[in-house]
């Protein structure tokens, strides 16, 4: 999985962002260009979340929606702890467990009927959604002490089905991409529908229930 750093060497703070692809790139680089106007010791790095290529030098290392798009948090927590200096800390935000649920469940209950298992015959990969439990246990044994590791439940609500169908079509990669380019907007189109028709509201409004996982953490110190 990519990511981009970005590092400073003001109290030497490297913060990662959510994986981005090579296409996204040149608006990284805008976005650095702008920040060198500003702070020229600033940089932006392009590598593995599951491999920072940071060695005890940070104070803080910052992960906002990137880390429920790889399964081993043990090595990301792992790569985080040994890019922090002792004491350092980590502020960590994701998709946490129950993260929209239904609305995944009626993903998978779809990609089991027809037409959909013709193109997709292989289950989707999973979304790293995790519980407080399993990372404190997974923080400890990176040597990270843990001390915040909080669900958070937050409402996405939709004035229309045309605003759900657009968050489905730019978020879910990792059910779409299973699927022929050319039959996606058919999957989405159906996918919304079903959702509307089975998660009625009082208001008008579609709402689906989003879960985050917040962690904040220190690095052990020896």
Request: net charge negative.
């Amino acid at each position: 999985m990519r990511l981009c750093a970005a590092s400073c060497s003001l109290r030497a703070c490297d913060s990662t962002s959510p994986p981005v692809s090579e296409e996204q790139t040149p608006i990284r680089r805008l976005t650095a260009i702008r920040a060198v106007i500003f702070l020229r010791n600033l940089r932006f790095i392009m590598g593995d979340m599951l491999d920072l290529p940071f060695d005890g030098r940070s104070d803080m290392v910052s992960s906002n929606t990137g880390l429920h798009w790889v399964s081993d948090h043990g090595r990301a927590f792992s790569g985080i702890a040994r890019a922090l200096r002792p004491g350092g800390r980590a502020l960590l935000q994701m998709g946490g467990r129950g993260n929209a649920a239904p609305i995944l469940e009626l993903a998978d209950e779809m990609l089991a009927e027809e037409p959909w298992t013709t193109f997709s015959s292989i289950r989707p990969s999973r979304y790293a959604f995790y519980g407080p439990d399993e990372e404190h246990e997974l923080l400890e044994a990176a040597g990270l002490t843990p001390v915040r590791v909080e669900l958070i439940g937050k409402d996405m609500a939709f004035d229309n089905p045309d605003g759900l169908a657009g968050w489905i079509r730019t978020t879910w990669h990792l059910y779409l991409d299973r699927l022929p380019e050319e039959v996606r907007p058919a999957f989405i189109a159906g996918l919304t529908a079903r959702y509307v028709e089975r998660s009625p509201s009082q208001d008008g409004r579609i709402h689906v229930l989003m879960v985050r996982l917040e962690v904040e953490a220190v690095k052990k110190v020896e």
